[in-house]
């Protein structure tokens, strides 16, 4: 079982940057594209960001785009998101996830929230005005 815990969330200014990380255990990691969603109140589980196994290629919503950067590091089971440029409206709390090895090779895949079978208990970011 691949275990993911995630760190780094806290509150911010609009405008501001804030990094969190996701830690995996359990599993060999670079077996796993991951990805990073988010859930506000009263909204749906959204797919932010997403990264191939050995992290050469990424998905981004529109939303983020250009403001967020998904990274990995293989060697310490690690996956980052960097949020630049914070919005009132990024503020949610954030899931590290990933889908099984077998959805994990493809872009196709791993794009899609609905592949996503691990789950981290998510770290709040909240953005103010």
């Known amino acids: 079982q691949l275990q993911l815990v995630e760190s780094g969330g806290g509150l911010v200014q609009a405008g501001g940057s804030l990094r969190i990380s996701c830690a995996a255990s359990?599993?060999?990691?670079?077996?796993?594209?991951m990805g990073w969603f988010r859930q506000a109140p009263g909204k749906e589980r959204e797919l932010v960001a997403a990264?191939?196994?050995?992290?050469?290629?990424?998905y981004y919503a529109d939303s983020v785009k250009g403001r967020f950067t998904i990274s990995r590091d293989n060697a310490k089971n690690t996956v980052y998101l960097q949020m630049n440029s914070l919005k009132p409206e990024d503020t949610a709390v954030y899931y590290c996830?990933?889908?099984?090895?077998?959805?994990?090779?493809?872009?196709?895949?791993?794009?899609?929230?609905?592949?996503?079978?691990?789950w981290g208990q998510g770290t709040q970011v909240t953005v103010s005005s």
């Open positions: 996830a990933a889908p099984p090895p077998q959805r994990s090779a493809n872009y196709a895949d791993y794009s899609r929230k609905n592949v996503y079978d691990y």
């Open positions: 359990g599993r060999t990691f670079n077996l796993y594209a």
């Open positions: 990264i191939s196994r050995s992290g050469g290629s990424r």
